[in-house]
């Protein structure tokens, strides 16, 4: 099994480009989410999916759009890429009991110039 | 809201030694809390998975503990080597219908000298 697959591995941006971070994941989990990571704040919450179709925010979804069409892609969109975006993103997932824990990808550092 | 906090930031500890890392959390219904581990450039390995009904899980040198009531978990890295060097995080997750949430603290940078 491949787990969970991002990709780019790294990217530059111009401020106002917009780009697309892919997330795959091959076991079938339910829960899928999205991170970014930065220097002292540790990782927060941009979106999440409970499932193909429903969709919902965290704690940071200014900037952000995501789309769950099959239970294996969780595509994050960022609609106008701005410095502040800088950060490296980890998507993860997980089955749908709550006694599972989850997985997580490799991570995509993305600089916004 | 849910707070996770990571005591200390960071350690340096000499090869050979047993060492205990502190994760507590502010709200303690939770689900279960999983320990990571983050090579630096890397993603995160999931180390152990606890459930809120369980005291402790093992693996390998690897012995992690929950105490729920008391909001506190630790993570026991025996017979510490220079491989073990990395960042540790913490996770709680907690849930409210069909949602749930993982929170991380902000993790201990360990250092194992040679």
């Known amino acids: 099994n491949a787990g969970v697959t991002q990709t780019p591995k790294f990217q530059v941006l111009k401020t106002g480009q917009s780009m697309t971070l892919q997330c795959a994941q091959d076991?079938?989990?339910?829960?899928m989410s999205w991170y970014r990571q930065d220097p002292g704040m540790g990782l927060r919450l941009i979106h999440y999916s409970v499932g193909a179709g429903i969709t919902d925010q965290g704690e940071v979804p200014n900037g952000y759009n995501v789309s769950r069409s099959t239970t294996e892609d969780f595509p994050l969109r960022l609609l106008s890429a701005a410095p502040s975006q800088t950060s490296v993103y980890f998507c993860a997932s997980r089955q749908g009991n709550r006694g599972y824990g989850y997985t997580f990808g490799s991570g995509t550092r993305l600089t916004v110039v | 809201k849910q707070e996770v906090t990571q005591i200390p930031a960071a350690l340096s500890v000499p090869e050979g030694e047993n060492l205990v890392l502190n994760c507590s959390f502010t709200d303690s219904a939770i689900y279960n809390l999983q320990w990571f581990r983050q090579d630096p450039g890397k993603g995160l390995t999931s180390l152990l998975l606890i459930q809120s009904s369980q005291r402790e899980q093992t693996s390998g040198r690897l012995n992690a503990s929950l105490d729920k009531s008391s909001g506190r978990s630790t993570l026991y890295i025996a017979a510490s080597q220079p491989g073990d060097s990395a960042t540790y995080l913490c996770?709680?997750?907690?849930?409210?219908?069909?949602?749930?949430?993982?929170?991380f603290g902000k993790g201990t940078l360990l250092t194992v000298n040679p």
């Open positions: 076991m079938n989990h339910e829960y």
């Open positions: 996770a709680v997750l907690r849930g409210w219908g069909s949602n749930y949430k993982l929170t």
